[in-house]
Every structure is written in structure tokens, then in C-alpha cells.
């Protein structure tokens, strides 16, 4: 298996998917736990372009429930208009019925959910009354030194707005843009402060939740960053 290039990062359209000819894994209901960079999104568009499983992250399902304009969707938008943080019941109920979908039947992956203890209580509460069970949770450990490098690694052109990446797509010449010759600058929002500050506010609210796991014998981590490795030790942990 491989990433192809431009890899969606919410894998394929549902369309393109033949979910009746695809092998269910062993271990199917799946919580991805990372950092920001650590790559979860790509790791769940690999999986879901092998396996039936459908991709769930909360802030989808939110904007899915506002754009729909369903109840659970207007007190939503209501509080988030007042900075108001979305109550862990409601979110805990949107993933209540998303998980009755039928593309969820032969597995899912729970993409950046819980992120607390409480969260995982309730998600814990909404599993056991549709009878299904938490199989694994995948802790993505990648080293501090390259999410930062990740995380950073995005350039602008002052002048005509591309946007360069210093690893995956570099400028032909260092701090010049290709398209128009302007000086290419980092953004304040990947600016290295600013990628610390977000892996902090990570490795805060979810230590206790990875112990939790830990703790519950849910827990597998990888700690490979080679992503085609990654993947071949993900899939074979699912299959075992
Ligand atoms: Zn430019």
C-alpha cells in the first residue's frame, strides 16, 4: 500500500468505495489519538482506502449538524456565536448517530475524539447502549523535534500568496517565490511559538486520556515517522 500523491485527507468519496467486496479488519472501532502534524487525517484516508471504515472528526459532524440545520445543530451554532464551548453531551449525542450510519457497521475511526476523560466516558456510555465495543486506540507518538519541523514548514509569498512547504514542496530558489520572484515569509499561525504552544495544549489535555487507555489495555502506540512503515505496523496490530 502507498499514498498516492494528493492524497485526500478524508479518503475517498463514498462512491468510489465498494464497501461490500473490502476485508473488514479484526479490530475495527478505532479512536486516533495525535498531535497536530502527526498525521492521523493521511493515516485514516490509507486505511479507509483498504478497509469499510468510516472517518469521523467531531468538527465535521459539527459543521455537517449546521449546515443541515438540525436541532442539535442551531444550539450549536447558538453557543459557538457566543464563544461558548460545545457541551461534551451534545457532542457525545451527534457521535451517537453518526455511529448508526450504516457505513459504520463494519468499523470506524474516531479522528481527534475524546480528547478528555469525561469525553471518553460518554463515548464509552453512547458504545455500550448501541452494543458495540472500543477495539483499539491508535497513539500516533511521533517526536516533538519533527512535528515542529512539520508544522513549520509552511511558507507564503508576500506578494502573490502561494504557498510554498519547506519540506514537501520547496521553492526552486531558498526565500524566493516561482511564480512571481516575491519573498517568501512564514505565516504567524506556523511560526515555531506558535507550533509549541499548540503541541502543549496537546500533550496537556490528552496525557491523561492516553493513560486512561493505557490503563483500559486499549493502547497501541507507534513511534515509527516513516509513514509507509507506519502503516504496514497499523494494519498489522488491526489484523492480529
Ligand atoms: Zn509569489
Not at 110 to 138: F, M, S
Request: hydrophobic share 40%; proline share 6%; aromatic share 8%.
Amino acid at each position: 500500500m502507498s499514498f498516492p500523491d494528493g492524497w485526500p485527507l478524508c479518503g475517498t468519496p463514498e462512491t468510489r468505495r465498494n464497501l461490500d467486496k473490502m476485508k473488514v479488519l479484526k479490530k475495527k472501532n478505532l479512536i486516533f489519538i495525535g498531535a497536530p502534524g502527526a498525521g492521523k487525517g493521511t493515516f485514516a484516508g490509507a486505511l479507509r482506502a483498504e478497509y469499510p471504515v468510516a472517518h469521523i472528526s467531531t468538527g465535521d459532524l459539527l459543521r455537517d449538524e449546521i449546515k443541515r440545520d438540525t436541532p442539535l445543530g442551531r444550539s450549536a451554532a447558538g453557543l459557538m456565536k457566543e464563544g461558548k464551548l460545545v457541551p461534551d453531551q451534545t457532542v457525545a449525542d451527534m457521535v451517537r448517530s453518526r455511529l448508526q450510519q450504516p457505513d459504520c457497521a463494519n468499523g470506524f475511526i474516531l479522528d481527534g475524539y475524546p480528547r478528555t476523560i469525561r469525553q471518553a466516558e460518554l463515548l464509552g456510555e453512547v458504545l455500550a447502549d448501541l452494543n458495540r465495543t472500543l477495539d483499539r486506540v491508535i497513539y500516533f507518538k511521533v517526536p516533538d523535534d519533527v512535528i515542529l519541523q512539520r508544522l513549520t514548514a509552511r511558507i507564503g509569498c508576500r506578494q502573490c500568496g502561494a504557498i510554498f512547504n519547506k519540506l514537501f514542496l520547496p521553492p526552486k530558489q531558498e526565500g524566493i517565490c516561482d511564480h512571481c520572484g516575491g519573498a517568501l515569509f512564514q505565516r504567524p499561525d506556523d511560526s515555531l511559538d506558535t507550533a509549541r504552544a499548540r503541541l502543549k495544549v496537546f500533550y496537556d489535555q490528552t496525557s491523561p486520556l492516553i493513560d486512561y487507555y493505557r490503563n483500559a489495555n486499549l493502547l497501541f502506540e507507534i513511534t515509527e515517522t516513516d509513514k509507509e512503515k507506519a502503516l504496514a505496523l497499523l494494519i498489522e496490530e488491526l489484523n492480529r
